[in-house]
């Protein structure tokens, strides 16, 4: 009988072992990420102003004054500036990381000053291509030597969009480029060998080894550009604070928020934020599921 019993109380702390290392992440996932929404969803249904413990319950209120007002919506326009961005930026990391997975001088050096940029605090990328890009500044200096005249890059409605984006490309091309060159180092070298036996050139291999292995990355990669054009903040909130045409729906909320203390309101515009990244996350991988291939 004892026997049975402390094999009984071996066998208890096994089963709790794997709950055991999932607590702390579920619990700072539960207290950072679960509660808050579950607040904000909250306070979207009242008038609070973040400032006043009280607050009444609205119901629809805010969500039909934001689908009421047009203006609200326009922002998004600013996005397709930096969706069209991603887009560039999708398509050179794919391109540096395809060449530089193959024997290349000096590869690791340029793996590591592509990437260096993701690891760069946001804010202070902004503030270093603000002075970058301010009259007289690096760019315009660079210009002159081509003759080129310096222009308001920030201040001109009809060109903040474009620098700003060009500012998110240099930024999030790391990320993309690990993520392909890590796809392309997992595939099998016998590919290759077969491929060039075969007498397939570079462009063979990557039209027909590379591309296709790498579609559920690309897709991750699509699903990234497409939330993150929607919820961009902070380089054109340090760079511009949403001036100029240059504007995003999370600038607009954080303006809601703490600029007119319409917190309810503010936090029913995250809502729809939320709800809109969702729906186009579904749409994109129900268009483009993903592809299970079994390797032998």
Same mark, same amino acid.
């Given at each position: 009988m004892r026997t049975g019993r402390h094999g009984r109380r071996r066998r208890w702390p096994r089963a709790l072992t794997p709950w055991m290392f999932l607590l702390l992440p579920l619990a700072f996932v539960v207290t950072f990420s679960m509660v808050p929404i579950a607040t904000m969803i909250v306070y979207?249904? !009242?008038?609070?102003? $973040?400032?006043? +413990?009280?607050?009444?319950? !609205?119901?629809?209120?805010?969500?039909? /004054?934001?689908?009421?007002? +047009?203006?609200? @919506?326009?922002? @998004?326009? !600013?996005s397709l500036y930096y969706l069209g961005a991603s887009v560039v930026q999708i398509v050179l990391a794919l391109y540096f990381a395809t060449i530089l997975s193959f024997n290349v001088r000096f590869r690791n050096f340029f793996k590591g000053v592509l990437f260096f940029p993701y690891l760069i605090n946001g804010v202070a990328i902004g503030f270093v291509f603000l002075y970058f890009f301010q009259p007289g500044g690096t760019f315009d200096t660079?210009?002159? @030597?081509?003759?080129?005249?310096?222009?308001?890059w920030l201040g001109d409605p009809d060109l903040v969009n474009y620098s700003l984006a060009g500012v998110s490309v240099w930024r999030y091309l790391g990320l993309n480029f690990v993520l392909f060159l890590g796809g392309i180092q997992s595939?099998? +070298? /016998?590919?290759? *060998?077969?491929? *060039?036996? /075969? $007498?397939?050139?570079?462009?063979?291999?990557?039209?027909?080894? #590379?591309?296709?292995?790498?579609? +559920?990355?690309?897709?991750?990669?699509?699903?990234?550009?497409?939330?993150?054009?929607?919820?961009? @903040? *902070?380089?054109?909130? #340090?760079? !511009?604070?949403?001036?100029?045409?240059? *504007?995003?729906?999370?600038i607009q909320t954080v303006k809601l928020a703490f600029q007119f203390n319409k917190t309810g309101l503010a936090s029913a515009a995250a809502v729809v934020l939320l709800v809109l990244i969702l729906i186009v996350t579904w749409v994109q991988r129900r268009l483009f599921p993903e592809e299970r291939t079994e390797t032998v």
């Open positions: 979207s249904f !009242t008038d609070w102003d $973040g400032i006043s +413990p009280d607050y009444a319950f !609205t119901g629809l209120a805010n969500y039909t /004054d934001i689908a009421t007002r +047009p203006q609200l @919506f326009k922002v @998004f326009l !600013t660079f210009l002159a @030597f081509f003759g080129v005249e310096g222009r308001l595939i099998s +070298p /016998d590919l290759y *060998e077969a491929a *060039e036996i /075969d $007498g397939a050139s570079r462009w063979d291999q990557f039209r027909h080894i #590379i591309l296709p292995l790498l579609r +559920p990355l690309i897709g991750l990669s699509v699903i990234l550009a497409v939330s993150g054009s929607l919820s961009v @903040f *902070e380089i054109p909130y #340090i760079m !511009t604070g949403g001036a100029g045409n240059s *504007e995003t729906f999370v």
